[in-house]
């Protein structure tokens, strides 16, 4: 994270990183952001890979590829400290 949530997404959204995970999620502080994103054009996703709304767990964010790449890295982690 560069200090917030919000910089984080709206980095993505200005194309100044590829893509972010965000694993503590508070409505207030990631809904702006997610707004940001999509319209420029990028994807916002759950964790589980469905698209981010506000009950959402988690927030992964970048273009339809890097988002979707870490969903999968996000639930491989995810797997392996259950194990």
Known sequence: MFGSAAFDLVCVADGRTDGCVILSNNPWDIAAGTVIVRESGGVVL??????????????????????????????????????
Do not use: M
Not at 54 to 80: C, D, F, M, P, Y
């Open 46 to 83: 759950d964790s589980d890979g469905s698209t981010h709304d506000i009950g959402s767990r988690h927030t992964i964010a970048g273009n339809g590829l890097t988002a979707k790449e870490l969903v999968a890295l996000v639930g491989l982690a995810q797997r392996e400290s259950t194990q």
